[in-house]
Protein backbone atom coordinates (compact mmCIF):
# COMPACT_ATOMS: atom_id res chain seq x y z
CA UNK A 1 0.00 0.00 0.00
CA UNK A 2 1.93 3.19 -0.90
CA UNK A 3 1.70 6.08 1.61
CA UNK A 4 2.96 9.31 2.03
CA UNK A 5 2.78 10.96 5.78
CA UNK A 6 3.06 14.28 6.24
CA UNK A 7 4.62 15.78 9.39
CA UNK A 8 6.00 19.24 10.50
CA UNK A 9 2.62 21.25 11.00
CA UNK A 10 1.42 23.71 13.37
CA UNK A 11 0.81 26.97 14.66
CA UNK A 12 3.34 29.66 14.49
CA UNK A 13 3.88 33.63 14.53
CA UNK A 14 4.42 35.59 11.52
CA UNK A 15 7.74 35.92 10.31
CA UNK A 16 8.41 32.45 12.51
CA UNK A 17 9.64 28.99 10.21
CA UNK A 18 8.49 25.58 10.13
CA UNK A 19 9.74 22.42 8.54
CA UNK A 20 7.62 20.09 6.87
CA UNK A 21 8.47 16.49 5.94
CA UNK A 22 6.91 13.89 3.55
CA UNK A 23 7.70 10.39 4.02
CA UNK A 24 6.77 7.77 1.88
CA UNK A 25 5.93 3.91 1.34
CA UNK A 26 4.80 0.99 0.13
CA UNK A 27 6.71 1.52 -3.37
CA UNK A 28 10.05 3.87 -4.12
CA UNK A 29 9.60 7.22 -5.12
CA UNK A 30 13.16 7.82 -6.22
CA UNK A 31 12.44 8.14 -9.57
CA UNK A 32 10.14 9.80 -8.84
CA UNK A 33 9.32 14.06 -9.02
CA UNK A 34 7.49 15.08 -5.60
CA UNK A 35 5.45 18.00 -4.99
CA UNK A 36 4.14 20.23 -2.29
CA UNK A 37 0.65 21.66 -2.61
CA UNK A 38 -1.25 24.17 -0.07
CA UNK A 39 -5.09 24.74 0.01
CA UNK A 40 -6.25 27.25 2.36
CA UNK A 41 -9.99 27.66 3.45
CA UNK A 42 -12.81 28.75 0.89
CA UNK A 43 -9.79 28.48 -1.85
CA UNK A 44 -8.39 25.89 -4.52
CA UNK A 45 -5.32 23.99 -4.54
CA UNK A 46 -2.24 25.40 -5.25
CA UNK A 47 1.26 24.92 -6.16
CA UNK A 48 3.82 25.00 -3.86
CA UNK A 49 7.18 24.09 -4.89
CA UNK A 50 8.34 21.04 -6.90
CA UNK A 51 11.45 19.01 -7.03
CA UNK A 52 12.92 16.99 -10.04
CA UNK A 53 13.57 13.02 -8.97
CA UNK A 54 17.55 13.56 -7.95
CA UNK A 55 16.98 16.89 -6.74
CA UNK A 56 18.53 18.53 -9.74
CA UNK A 57 15.31 21.04 -10.17
CA UNK A 58 13.35 22.96 -8.09
CA UNK A 59 10.42 25.15 -8.96
CA UNK A 60 8.63 27.44 -6.47
CA UNK A 61 4.99 29.77 -6.91
CA UNK A 62 6.00 32.86 -7.24
CA UNK A 63 4.22 33.34 -3.42
CA UNK A 64 6.90 31.53 -1.61
CA UNK A 65 9.80 32.18 -3.78
CA UNK A 66 13.03 33.18 -1.42
CA UNK A 67 11.01 31.88 1.67
CA UNK A 68 10.86 28.37 1.04
CA UNK A 69 12.95 25.48 0.47
CA UNK A 70 12.04 22.08 -1.35
CA UNK A 71 14.55 19.24 -0.67
CA UNK A 72 14.57 15.71 -0.18
CA UNK A 73 16.76 12.67 0.77
CA UNK A 74 15.77 9.22 -1.31
CA UNK A 75 18.02 7.02 0.86
CA UNK A 76 15.59 8.04 3.66
CA UNK A 77 12.26 7.87 1.23
CA UNK A 78 11.97 11.75 2.71
CA UNK A 79 11.01 14.84 0.82
CA UNK A 80 10.74 18.07 3.18
CA UNK A 81 9.78 21.80 2.57
CA UNK A 82 11.18 24.32 4.66
CA UNK A 83 8.98 27.77 4.87
CA UNK A 84 10.78 30.70 6.38
CA UNK A 85 9.35 34.45 7.06
CA UNK A 86 5.90 32.52 7.53
CA UNK A 87 2.68 35.09 6.32
CA UNK A 88 -0.29 34.86 7.63
CA UNK A 89 -1.29 33.57 4.28
CA UNK A 90 0.68 30.70 4.13
CA UNK A 91 -2.19 29.37 6.63
CA UNK A 92 -3.38 26.21 4.62
CA UNK A 93 -3.28 22.50 5.01
CA UNK A 94 -0.46 21.12 3.18
CA UNK A 95 -0.06 18.36 0.92
CA UNK A 96 2.71 16.51 -0.77
CA UNK A 97 2.51 14.28 -3.64
CA UNK A 98 4.11 12.30 -5.95
CA UNK A 99 4.26 11.51 -9.66
CA UNK A 100 4.76 8.26 -11.97
CA UNK A 101 7.46 10.47 -13.88
CA UNK A 102 11.19 12.32 -12.74
CA UNK A 103 10.41 15.53 -14.36
CA UNK A 104 9.11 18.15 -11.58
CA UNK A 105 5.76 19.89 -12.79
CA UNK A 106 3.68 22.60 -11.44
CA UNK A 107 0.10 21.19 -12.25
CA UNK A 108 -1.85 18.72 -9.62
CA UNK A 109 -3.13 17.24 -12.69
CA UNK A 110 0.38 15.49 -13.03
CA UNK A 111 0.49 14.01 -9.57
CA UNK A 112 -0.72 10.25 -9.27
CA UNK A 113 -0.12 9.99 -5.19
CA UNK A 114 -1.07 12.42 -2.29
CA UNK A 115 -0.88 12.33 1.41
CA UNK A 116 -3.72 13.56 3.78
CA UNK A 117 -1.89 16.85 4.50
CA UNK A 118 -0.53 18.61 7.39
CA UNK A 119 -2.47 22.07 8.82
CA UNK A 120 -0.03 24.83 9.08
CA UNK A 121 -1.29 28.04 10.78
CA UNK A 122 0.41 31.50 10.79
CA UNK A 123 -0.77 34.01 13.37
CA UNK A 124 -0.01 37.75 12.66
Known amino acids: QVQLVESGGGLVQAGGSLRLSCAWSGRTFSSSAMGWFRQAPGKEREFVSTISWNGGSTYYANSVKGRFTISRDNAKNTVYLQMNSLKPEDTAIYYC?????????????????WGQGTQVTVSS
Open 97 to 113: AARNGRVALASSLEYDY
